[in-house]
T-cell receptor, first 113, second 110 residues
């Protein structure tokens, strides 16, 4: 049981490049989330999903897109990376009625030059 | 008022000390409350949920005051391994979405 995994762990992009971050969970969780964490800002919700085929905007969605084609996967896309998107990205998942505990992946450290 | 506000810290305490963290939240509709722990360069992990009656887990005690919209975490007999950032977390109007405080860094010194 791997829990929540994220790919890649590290990435350096140039401004304007695109990339996709992959999150996978093997706990059969309904809900999945993407956060970014910046110094002094705490964790901020980018997008989330309440089930396969559904997505919704969080607190800071601009510049990101997501897809949840399969229940176990939640993809975060950056179409045209900007230096302001340099951050640590965490994926999380939770049960529909699991007391709201969110299980986090190990994070992806992204630098945009 | 920010949604979740925590003591700015950092806290530096000797081993064996008792340390308390405080947190306030702005959304009176919040239903669930938590403390998460985040080690340096690691992901956040649930430390404990916070219940209205207060709850204890070993050396850790959490309290909730809904009237004042205030949450606290008390750590007794601090260990070196308690060094981490402690995140106060509440749900908003939607019970599955969490709002995180910025965290308070605790360093326990030998």
């Amino acid at each position: 049981n791997a829990g929540v995994t994220q790919t890649p762990k590290f990435r350096v992009l140039k401004t304007g490049q695109s990339m996709t971050l992959l999150c996978a969970q093997d706990m059969n969780h309904e809900y999945m989330y993407w956060y970014r964490q910046d110094p002094g800002m705490g964790l901020r919700l980018i997008h989330y999903s309440v089930g396969e085929g559904t997505t919704a905007k969080g607190e800071v969605p601009d510049g990101y897109n997501v897809s949840r084609l399969k229940k176990q996967n939640f993809l975060l896309g950056l179409e045209s990376a900007a230096p302001s998107q340099t951050s640590v990205y965490f994926c999380a998942s939770s049960y529909l009625r699991g007391g709201n505990e969110q299980f986090f992946g190990p994070g992806t450290r992204l630098t945009v030059l | 008022r920010k949604e979740v506000e925590q003591d700015p810290g950092p806290f530096n305490v000797p081993e064996g000390a008792t340390v308390a963290f405080n947190c306030t939240y702005s959304n009176s509709a919040s239903q669930s409350f938590f403390w998460y722990r985040q080690d340096c360069r690691k992901e956040p992990k649930l430390l404990m949920s916070v219940y209205s009656s207060g709850n204890e887990d070993g050396r850790f005690t959490a309290q909730l005051n809904r009237a004042s919209q205030y949450i606290s975490l008390l750590i007794r007999d601090s260990k070196l391994s308690d060094s981490a950032t402690y995140l106060c977390v509440v749900t908003g109007g939607s019970n599955y979405k969490l709002t995180f405080g910025k965290g308070t860094l605790l360093t326990v010194n030998p």
